[in-house]
């Protein structure tokens, strides 16, 4: 988790919500270098998604 989800995480957490952090879901963390070089299709992220909710 990234610094700046710190205070979404917080919030979540207060109004009882589940967190999810997006760039979680759209980027594999499959490059250490540079996570963003390979962003997940659309259609997965969905799924991704509609498994998690």
């Known amino acids: 988790m990234q610094v700046k ?3 979404e ?3 979540a957490e207060k109004l009882n919500y589940q967190f999810i ?3 979680d879901i759209y ?3 499959d490059n250490p270098e540079y996570m963003y070089l390979n962003p997940r299709p659309f259609e ?3 799924r991704i998604l ?3 909710i």
């Open 21 to 23: 952090d997006i760039e």
């Open 9 to 11: 995480k917080a919030l």
């Open 50 to 52: 509609s498994n998690i």
């Open 27 to 29: 980027f594999p963390k």
């Open 44 to 46: 997965e992220v969905e």
């Open 5 to 7: 989800a710190h205070w």
